[in-house]
């Protein structure tokens, strides 16, 4: 528990520090923790000194510790790759979805979010580093599949997220995360008003912020080496 809070003090310091370097204005640059395979008292204890936004990748486990979790008011990010049967779920118990890649799990969505929730609020995945076996849309496929997002009632597209290739190239992944800033700024320059560049995870998260990132998907720097995969 004290190990959780110390692991997230030292992630927020350097936040701040890039963020600063980076000429970027504090507050800038949010931390999502990311709670996969990690109990429901380890997000307690993340909770407790003062994290609020988590994020998980696999329907079953998420919408578990989402319910065994009710009594705190927390905001949840489904982040991970989703199927049509499990819409639903996702509609019915999630604030944010940061991976859509395809209109029809779009749609659905929105159809499926409950009408006494607020919208669903929306990132579309972006496959920047082109690997096949990756999920997210092509760099050159976003504004369509934006602009078709963007007419669905029950959700409200915010930006666009993505996950590069595991490099060891630091100039690569700033390449890659500019890419994903220069989308946005595209999409903006159409006048979608976007505000969200989801990207950075532990191992690459002040890269991310030097590009640009205002949201950070982080879990291994705040909960430690995941061991086991999707349980409660
Ligand atoms: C697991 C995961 C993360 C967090 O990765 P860490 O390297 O543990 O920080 C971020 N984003 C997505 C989509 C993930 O699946």
Redesign the pocket.
Known sequence: MTTISANLQAVKNRIRVVTQSSGRSDGAVRLLA?S?SWPAASVRAAFSVGQRAF?E?YVQEGVAKITALDDLDLEWHF??PLQSNKTREVAEHFDWVHSIDRLKIAERLSAQRPAGLPSLQICIQVNISGEASKSGVAPAETAVLARAVKTLPRLRLRGLMA?PEVSDDDDQLRRRFAMLRELLAQLNAEGMQLDVLSMG???DFEIAIAEGATML?????IFGQRTNKGSL
């Open positions: 990311v996969k994020g990748n982040i991970g996950i995870m532990s191992d998907r982080i879990g291994t720097a």
